[in-house]
Nanobody, 128 residues
Framework: QVQLVESGGGLVQAGGSLRLSCAAS????????MGWFRQAPGKERVFVAS????????YYSDSVKGRFTISRDNAKNTVYLQMNSLKPEDTAIYFC?????????????????????WGQGTQVTVSS
């Protein structure tokens, strides 16, 4: 089992940057594929980015590709989401999620139900 705590959200102007962190505690962090999702008011939770537990392959939604970067530091039990060139439409609650030892064939894990563990979320608001 793993516990996840997000941080780093806040209010930023359009074009600005934020870095979200997700700190994990519990079982070996390096054994978990990690994902970031976001949920805007009245909308479903949607995939943003993910990183594999083995090999470090990364995946991004089309809406953030080229602007956001996911990375992980297994020594610090932390996954990051660097968000650049932020837009008002990026405003949402951002959640990190974890799946234990996802097989390689599962790829990017873009569906929320593929993850067992979730953090409480951190609010990101981008003003125009």
């Amino acid at each position: 089992q793993v516990q996840l705590v997000e941080s780093g959200g806040g209010l930023v102007q359009a074009g600005g940057s934020l870095r979200l962190s997700c700190a994990a505690s519990g079982r070996a962090f390096s054994d978990y594929a990690m994902g970031w999702f976001r949920q805007a008011p009245g909308k479903e939770r949607v995939f943003v980015a993910s990183i594999r537990w083995r090999g470090g392959n990364t995946y991004y939604s089309d809406s953030v590709k080229g602007r956001f970067t996911i990375s992980r530091d297994n020594a610090k039990n932390t996954v990051y989401l660097q968000m650049n060139s932020l837009k008002p439409e990026d405003t949402a609650i951002y959640f990190c999620a974890a799946k234990y030892r996802s097989p390689d064939y599962e790829g990017g894990l873009v569906v929320p139900t593929e993850y067992k563990y979730w953090g409480q979320g951190t609010q990101v608001t981008v003003s125009s």
